[in-house]
């Protein structure tokens, strides 16, 4: 499983496994053969590619040198290093290369930054190996140069392959001849970007943007935090050969999802079944201002799988969905001033009580009738009850005192962080800057399991782990695809999976299936909430031949 650890607790891993006989030293070889051989692997079949190592003067800058020699050895690339500062004449990593005379061009003999120009112009792959997990922010004034030239650098270089096209043959513009903007060079950042702290995810203005990072041991808290998350590109884990069962890396309780997991984390389903076998969903909410939400969240739930979703809501809503909407069961709900009424008859008490997920909150609204409807409803399940609360269920709770005592035990939250902030009376600002924090602390506090949205999703649990759900992407910052996470986290709670791998499951299938709806619809900026519920069956799809 992959775990998250923060900069102390990978110094004390490392400690450990030293102590135990993997040394510093094998450490950090590994480190830089694990880039070495991703490098190679990225070159593959390139003539005359050319590699460019940006060294800093700590152990980070180590796992660079080890990474160049290591490319320079089992592959024909041209490898330079840039050295920020004077290595040691005892640092073998640097001897070795210098006396197989491989160009080694230290930052005190380019005062005008042309030889770092010159190998950050022409280079297929930059490694940047300047700073990892230690660094501390600000960044001082030479890093910030270094950082800086090659930016400026590796920008003219995409400028230049824009403005220097052949277009002699360009008369109508078309999608196939309009301007490449794909880079021609790769950077990968080893460890961290440089100037990202790993923890919190603040980054230098100056930190490079990476294509992809290969880190160490476990992944960092911060390089799922925004807003590192844009300059971390594609994100690797490389073990080290760090034993698993080295007590300090168990005692970790944060982990990063990934699809083997959630496949087998996927209900089993016979063929000799019937919809009674894949559980029943209600899912409660709907008004006249928000009709939709009710229809997103049901159909998400029917395409996890499950066997029966019954909507409950008012009339006009009714009569909207069920026109173009044929699976769903209806119950009729009262109405007051175009929201669900106060009152809860014996019918929907018995979904209630017969339901094996109940859903409530999308499309719900605010007004004082849905407010009473909410407590009223709470009122009538029991200690057990398998819910899930979204939407303007968050809202309306977060306007009572001790609101989390009216709740089932392992009850799913899921906000946003503007609703995260009202539930926690804090700022948005304070939710975004202290997201596992907030997350793991509030999840204990109201003892239920808390699905914070955004990029990357984060799941707790009242015992104090967060898991990450390694995807971010602007195609779910739009209207309604909340309602299609809460429908799928509910169609696997119906089929019996437990609250927190519900959420689990549910989370990494909506966002795999914002990436697949990106890939349909050929950009991000015109994903519809209707798309990534269109998606999920690629998204299942991929998840399942995951091996």
């Known amino acids: 499983m992959l775990k998250v650890a923060t900069k102390n607790e990978i110094r004390r891993i490392e400690a450990s496994a030293n102590a135990q006989g993997l040394s510093y030293q094998q450490m ?38 080890v990474a160049g020699r290591i490319i320079a050895q089992e592959s024909d690339a041209s490898v330079r290093f840039y050295l920020m500062g004077t290595r040691s004449e005892t640092d073998t990593n640097y001897t070795t290369l210098r006396d197989a005379g491989l160009e080694l061009i230290n930052l005190i003999d380019d005062n005008e930054g042309q030889h770092l120009q010159r190998v950050v112009a022409d280079a297929d792959v930059i490694l940047d190996a300047l700073f990892g997990i230690g660094v501390r922010l600000p960044l ?73 990072t290969i880190t160490f041991i476990a992944a960092k808290p911060g390089l799922f935090e925004y807003p590192a998350v844009s300059r971390v590109g594609v994100l ?7 034993p ?27 063929r000799i079944s019937n919809k009674g076998n894949f559980g029943k969903i209600l899912v409660v909410g709907g008004s006249s201002s928000y009709i939709g939400a009710l229809g997103l969240s049901a159909m998400a739930a029917y395409r996890t799988g499950c066997g029966l979703v019954t909507i409950a809501s008012i009339e006009p809503v009714i009569r909207s969905l069920s026109s173009h909407l044929f699976e769903p069961t209806w119950q009729s ?77 392992n009850t799913i ?57 390694p995807f971010a992407t602007d195609a779910l910052a739009t209207a309604g695809t909340g309602d299609v996470l809460a429908g799928l986290i509910a169609g696997f709670v119906g089929q019996g999976l437990a609250p927190e791998i519900a959420a689990q499951v549910g989370a990494y299938l909506h966002g795999l299936a914002g990436i697949f709806a990106v890939a349909n619809m050929g950009n991000s900026r015109s994903v519809l909430a209707g798309d990534v519920l269109n998606a999920v069956p690629q998204a299942l799809t991929k998840i399942e031949n995951a091996l």
């Not at 018995?350 to 849905?370: E, R, V």
């Open 244 to 270: 698993d069962d080295l007590p300090e890396l168990q005692e970790i309780k944060h982990v990063v999802s990934h699809p083997k997991l959630i496949n087998d984390y996927l209900p089993v389903r016979s």
């Open 413 to 469: 939250l899921t906000p946003h962080p503007g609703e995260m902030a009202r539930l926690a009376k804090t700022s948005v600002k304070e939710v975004l800057n202290q997201r596992w924090q907030i997350a793991k602390a509030k999840s204990k506090e109201w003892n239920v399991i808390l699905v914070l949205k955004g990029a990357n999703t984060l799941i707790a649990n009242p015992q104090g782990s967060v898991v990450a759900i």
């Open 333 to 409: 709900l009262f109405e007051s001033d175009g929201s669900i009424g106060s009152d809860v008859d014996s019918q929907l008490i018995d979904h209630l009580c017969n339901s094996d997920s109940i859903l409530l909150g999308p499309g719900l609204g605010t007004k004082s009738p849905a407010k009473n409807f909410l407590l009223n409803t709470l009122s009538k399940l029991g200690e057990n009850s398998p819910l899930i609360l979204d939407a303007d269920a968050l809202n309306i709770l977060s306007e009572f005192e001790n609101w989390w005592s009216l709740l089932p035990r």
């Open 28 to 65: 950090m070889e590994n480190a830089g053969r694990a880039v070495g051989k991703r490098v190679i692997d990225i070159l593959h079949g390139k003539e005359n590619a050319k590699v460019t190592v940006i060294v800093g003067s700590g152990s980070n800058g180590g796992d660079g040198l």
């Open 236 to 242: 690797r884990v490389a073990s080290l050969e760090i």
């Open 140 to 212: 001082g004034e030479e890093a910030i140069w270094i950082l800086k030239t090659i930016d400026e650098t590796l920008k003219n270089r995409i400028k230049n392959q824009i403005e220097h096209r052949d277009i002699s043959m360009e008369l109508i513009p078309s999608f196939d001849n309009s301007p490449k903007t794909n880079r021609s060079f790769y950077v990968i950042a080893v460890d961290t970007p440089s100037g990202l702290n790993c923890d919190t995810g603040e980054v230098s203005p100056y930190t490079l943007v990476a294509d992809e």
